[in-house]
């Protein structure tokens, strides 16, 4: 174990824990919401994460392209920047503790809460042939994913607010029925990036499982498909370039630009004074291809390098392993649970 790994066991700065699901390609809206805010927290703080595979067994998986998908999502946060020498990069489901720490969190969370969360409304709405129990309690084995690791801070895009709403209720009645056992976590929302839209739908936001490839970028698109997709988004019948409500689709594309460039939305509105709507979503378009391309150059790399990776999620699994089963067994102990 590397010196910075080490660490983990002591406690020693702020913790950080995230997760994403393998469940198709991994969009713009992702990196932009969440993983790009995962890279820089590395410098700061002790981080952790997982792929949540569990939690992709809500929906109905083909093996073969679940297990595809896993890996190109493994090498994908190593090619954004996620640094094993710093941070554990690990599948759920290879740390048996979620799933445990998920039963008795489930004996925490009420169905009335449950039935309030929109991902569940949107998600049995759009698999209405399998409204399954987990899709259902999805949010209790969240809410053990962040509690078994004791983090400060849980780096999200807004749609994930209200799990991590509801995984602080559950956290604080848990305290609050033995002692103090879990730590009360923080979401961490940068606002710009934090919630990016449909480029079809501004309305809606650009999500892996979009039915129209049209309406996200892939990860690995490459720059003839990510400019023609930005070409063809959708905007409003207007001409001008500005950042105000009712603009829905304009505002996501200077959004989208602001971030990739690293431009304030004021400064990206100057630079586009006068400009139609076709010079500017070439623009925006090239702008994301050059941030993605040395990105996919490094996912060339690791997805080239399958043993690489598969060290990296074991290792990371024996130590994620060891936080968790601490964590555990305190909470199995405070329940009242024979001690083995
Ligand atoms: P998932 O896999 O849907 O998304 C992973 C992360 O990407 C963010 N995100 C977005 N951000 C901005 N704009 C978008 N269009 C967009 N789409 C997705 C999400 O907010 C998320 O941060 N339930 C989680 C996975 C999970 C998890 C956890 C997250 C399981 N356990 C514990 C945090 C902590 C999910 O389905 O994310």
Request: aromatic share 10%; net charge neutral; glycine share 6%.
């Amino acid at each position: 174990m590397s010196k910075e790994r080490s660490c983990f066991m002591e406690n020693t700065k702020k913790r950080s824990f995230s997760a994403i699901q393998p469940s198709g390609t991994i969009t713009l809206g992702n990196y932009l919401g969440a993983i790009r805010n995962w890279v820089t927290l590395q410098n700061e703080f002790e981080c952790i994460f997982a792929i949540a595979d569990l939690h992709t067994i809500t929906v109905r998986q083909d093996p073969s392209v679940f297990r595809k998908n896993s890996i190109q999502l493994l090498s994908m946060l190593l090619a954004t920047g996620i640094d094993p020498e710093k941070s554990l990069l690990f599948c759920q489901s290879h740390v048996h503790q979620h799933a445990e720490l998920a039963w008795v969190l489930n004996c925490f969370t009420q169905m009335g809460e449950l039935s309030r969360m929109t991902q569940f409304k949107d998600k049995s709405a759009k698999h209405a042939n399998n409204v399954n129990a987990g899709l259902f309690t999805y949010p209790a084995l969240m809410a053990a994913d962040i509690l078994l690791y004791k983090p400060d801070v849980v780096p999200v895009g807004e749609d994930q607010k209200q799990h991590l709403e509801l995984t602080r209720d559950i956290a604080s009645r848990f305290n609050n029925a033995y002692s103090e056992t879990f730590v009360v976590p923080e979401p961490y929302i940068v606002k710009a990036g934090s919630k990016i839209m449909s480029l079809q739908n501004p309305n809606a936001k650009m999500s892996k499982s979009d039915e129209n490839v049209n309406g996200f970028i892939a990860m690995t698109d490459t720059e003839d498909v990510i400019i023609r997709k930005f070409k063809k988004a959708i905007t409003d019948s207007d001409s001008v370039i500005e950042y105000r409500e009712g603009k829905d689709g304009i505002n996501n594309l200077l959004s989208i630009y602001s971030v990739v460039t690293g431009k304030t939305i004021e400064e990206s509105v100057k630079e586009f004074d006068g400009k139609g709507y076709g010079d500017f979503k070439l623009a925006v378009g090239e702008a994301v291809a050059s941030h993605l391309k040395p990105i996919q150059q490094r996912y060339e790399y690791f997805i080239k390098n399958k043993d690489y990776v598969t060290e990296i999620y074991s290792k990371s699994a024996e130590i994620a392993g060891k936080i968790a089963e601490s964590t555990l067994r305190k909470v199995y102990k405070k329940i009242g649970f024979l001690q083995k």
